[in-house]
């Protein structure tokens, strides 16, 4: 058992494939909250050009 062991932490096959792999979830998460917060702002300022418009129209 402790030389299974011993040889499945030295083994580095697959290793590149699992840092990407995490590279990739990392950049997704960014993109994620990322796009999610410029949504926020978008709406914000859609929220306002609206009520803007909706102002002139009443004058």
Do not use: C, P
């Not at 499945?8 to 997704?28: H, K, L, N, P, S």
């Not at 914000?44 to 102002?55: E, R, Y």
Request: no cysteine.
């Amino acid at each position: 058992m402790k030389n299974w062991i011993l040889n499945f932490i030295a083994d580095e096959r697959g290793t590149a494939a699992m840092e990407y792999g995490m590279a990739a979830v990392i950049m997704g998460g960014g993109a994620a909250s990322g796009l999610t917060l410029l949504k926020d702002a978008l709406q914000a300022k859609q929220d306002s050009m609206i009520t803007i418009l909706a102002d002139q129209d009443a004058d």
